[in-house]
């Protein structure tokens, strides 16, 4: 372990958070609301940050190990500074509930512990929905975007952080790959707040939506969430907004470099979209006889399916009296998630075709024993390294699902709201059904509930693996380091 490596790349992060709360202050100065709320942890940030991170060490490696733990920790020390303006300002006055809060802000899962979401003050209104932003992309990409630090060993970093089963360069630098991914997420965060203001939306919402979109994170500043405009106009563009930023990332690139095959070529974009209007057109017959007309069935079945594969949470409706099958849908589509390389939580699409074709090719082999099966992605063959790695993944999912599953049942809960309570959080979604559904919350929970549902959301953003190794004894044990071929040994 580089332990100062570690240390000085966490104290690069916990700068950048000091800097990022200046925009939130900003608004509470607008707004006339007090600015100690939000000075009191940037200076805070500030003095741990520069005792960590000023000082550049002169081993700057960092491998696979490295990249976990530096992943783990930078998440978790941005929601323990991140919790403290909402303590400070008065807004969740438990620190346990602004953790949770935080965590589920910056994870961009959504769901909360508030009760009356429009009595927090401005500023916290702003660093709540500002955090889904910051998150959404990945800490550790904007902060690679901004201070390139590791001299080429940020696909570490990276590949700890950003979600799906593989991650890729965009360009031969992992320091302009983040700058391009953050400045198409930029662009399209600016896209959707013109159009939300063109549609007569105030500018505070328009932004506290767009971060929630982008991130696919959830947080509204209205208690009835997009539903409180009850405008048609907002749901299309919020809801195509969050499809698209349900898609890979890789593909807005190949578009801005005319690879236009690439992207048409892609299976999992196919079936992304091929999931989404199947599901779309199957709950807006199940509810057509709520609403009276195909029209507004169509809309609230197009918003909240588009709300839930993307992992977004935004709400329309309340989703929980719909009838069972359309409830089933989207508790489905809860653990499908989006594309990997996007901004959504959840299994991720392409995972699931990997899981679904490799399988197949196993049931094969079970009737043709001498066939030589290949499974195959995006026209290419996959290697046995990616397969294997969906089903550990897969595998591990299932054992922190059930485990957990188990210890939040002590809460004495009904199963629907455990199993959806937990679903929502480690899929990153926001809302679940019953005491959780879209018009409820998680106040009821007890501290350590919140705190597993913490960790589980976590996990979920950063796909299991970082989480889980902090907590094992190995990944901290000193190991010498043969520098023949760069590599760790």
């Given at each position: 372990m580089n332990y100062r490596m570690i240390g000085f790349v966490i104290g690069r992060i916990l700068l950048t958070e000091a800097a990022l709360l200046m925009l939130p202050m900003t608004a509470a100065a607008l707004y006339g609301e007090p600015l100690r709320p939000f000075l009191a942890p940037a200076l805070a940030l500030l003095l741990t940050g520069a005792a960590l991170g000023l000082r550049r060490p002169r081993q700057t490696a960092l491998y696979a190990r490295d990249g976990f733990a530096v992943v783990a920790l930078a998440w978790l020390l941005m929601s323990a500074f991140g919790a403290l303006p909402f303590v400070l300002s008065g807004d969740i006055p438990g620190y346990v509930d602004a953790f949770f809060e935080t965590v589920s802000g910056f994870t961009t899962t959504g769901s909360t512990i508030l009760t009356e979401v429009e009595h927090l003050t401005r500023s916290g209104l702003f660093w709540r929905s500002f955090t889904h932003w910051i998150g959404g992309m990945g800490v550790l990409?904007?902060?690679?975007?901004?201070?390139?630090?590791?001299?080429?060993?940020?696909?570490?970093?990276?590949?700890?952080?950003?979600?799906?089963?593989?991650?890729?360069?965009?360009?031969?630098?992992?320091?302009?790959?983040?700058?391009?991914?953050?400045?198409?997420?930029?662009?399209?965060?600016?896209?959707?707040?013109?159009?939300?203001?063109?549609?007569?939306?105030?500018?505070?919402?328009?932004?506290?939506?767009?971060?929630?979109?982008?991130?696919?994170?959830?947080?509204?500043?209205?208690?009835?969430?997009?539903?409180?405009?009850?405008?048609?106009?907002?749901?299309?563009?919020?809801?195509?907004?969050?499809?698209?930023?349900?898609?890979?990332?890789?593909?807005?690139?190949?578009?801005?470099?005319?690879?236009?095959?690439?992207?048409?070529?892609?299976?999992?974009?196919?079936?992304?979209?091929?999931?989404?209007?199947?599901?779309?057109?199957?709950?807006?017959?199940?509810?057509?006889?709520?609403?009276?007309?195909?029209?507004?069935?169509?809309?609230?079945?197009?918003?909240?399916?588009?709300?839930?594969?993307?992992?977004?949470?935004?709400?329309?409706?309340?989703?929980?009296?719909?009838?069972?099958?359309?409830?089933?849908?989207?508790?489905?589509?809860?653990?499908?998630?989006?594309?990997?390389?996007?901004?959504?939580?959840?299994?991720?699409?392409?995972?699931?075709?990997?899981?679904?074709?490799?399988?197949?090719?196993?049931?094969?082999?079970?009737?043709?024993?001498?066939?030589?099966?290949?499974?195959?992605?995006?026209?290419?063959?996959?290697?046995?390294?990616?397969?294997?790695?969906?089903?550990?993944?897969?595998?591990?999912?299932?054992?922190?699902?059930?485990?957990?599953?188990?210890?939040?049942?002590?809460?004495?809960?009904?199963?629907?709201?455990?199993?959806?309570?937990?679903?929502?959080c480690i899929n990153n979604i926001g809302p679940g059904l019953e005491v959780v559904g879209p018009m409820g919350n998680f106040a009821a929970f007890s501290p350590a509930s919140k705190l597993l549902l913490s960790f589980n959301m976590l996990a979920g953003r950063l796909e299991l693996f970082p989480m889980l190794l902090l907590f094992a004894p190995s990944i901290w044990k000193r190991r010498l380091v043969l520098r023949r071929s760069g590599e760790e040994q």
């Amino acid at each position: 372990m580089n332990y100062r490596m570690i240390g000085f790349v966490i104290g690069r992060i916990l700068l950048t958070e000091a800097a990022l709360l200046m925009l939130p202050m900003t608004a509470a100065a607008l707004y006339g609301e007090p600015l100690r709320p939000f000075l009191a942890p940037a200076l805070a940030l500030l003095l741990t940050g520069a005792a960590l991170g000023l000082r550049r060490p002169r081993q700057t490696a960092l491998y696979a190990r490295d990249g976990f733990a530096v992943v783990a920790l930078a998440w978790l020390l941005m929601s323990a500074f991140g919790a403290l303006p909402f303590v400070l300002s008065g807004d969740i006055p438990g620190y346990v509930d602004a953790f949770f809060e935080t965590v589920s802000g910056f994870t961009t899962t959504g769901s909360t512990i508030l009760t009356e979401v429009e009595h927090l003050t401005r500023s916290g209104l702003f660093w709540r929905s500002f955090t889904h932003w910051i998150g959404g992309m990945g800490v550790l990409v904007f902060v690679m975007a901004i201070l390139p630090m590791t001299d080429g060993h940020g696909m570490h970093l990276m590949r700890a952080e950003v979600p799906g089963p593989t991650v890729g360069k965009l360009v031969s630098r992992m320091s302009d790959t983040a700058k391009i991914l953050y400045g198409i997420y930029f662009v399209m965060t600016v896209m959707e707040i013109v159009l939300l203001l063109a549609g007569g939306m105030p500018l505070f919402d328009a932004c506290i939506h767009a971060f929630g979109t982008a991130g696919t994170g959830g947080f509204s500043c209205r208690n009835l969430s997009v539903g409180a405009y009850e405008s048609a106009y907002f749901d299309i563009v919020i809801g195509i907004f969050m499809l698209l930023f349900g898609v890979n990332f890789n593909l807005y690139y190949f578009l801005l470099i005319r690879r236009f095959r690439d992207v048409f070529r892609s299976e999992e974009l196919r079936a992304y979209l091929l999931i989404v209007a199947a599901a779309v057109l199957a709950i807006a017959a199940d509810i057509a006889h709520l609403y009276g007309n195909a029209f507004t069935s169509l809309r609230y079945a197009f918003f909240q399916v588009a709300s839930i594969i993307t992992t977004t949470g935004f709400g329309t409706a309340d989703f929980n009296t719909w009838p069972t099958f359309s409830k089933a849908i989207l508790v489905v589509l809860m653990f499908v998630g989006a594309c990997a390389g996007s901004t959504g939580g959840g299994i991720k699409v392409s995972r699931i075709l990997i899981l679904v074709k490799s399988s197949a090719a196993d049931m094969r082999k079970m009737l043709h024993p001498n066939a030589v099966t290949t499974v195959r992605l995006e026209g290419k063959p996959l290697p046995e390294k990616s397969i294997r790695g969906a089903h550990v993944y897969f595998s591990v999912y299932m054992l922190v699902f059930v485990i957990s599953f188990l210890l939040l049942s002590l809460e004495g809960f009904d199963l629907v709201t455990t199993f959806t309570a937990l679903a929502a959080c480690i899929n990153n979604i926001g809302p679940g059904l019953e005491v959780v559904g879209p018009m409820g919350n998680f106040a009821a929970f007890s501290p350590a509930s919140k705190l597993l549902l913490s960790f589980n959301m976590l996990a979920g953003r950063l796909e299991l693996f970082p989480m889980l190794l902090l907590f094992a004894p190995s990944i901290w044990k000193r190991r010498l380091v043969l520098r023949r071929s760069g590599e760790e040994q």
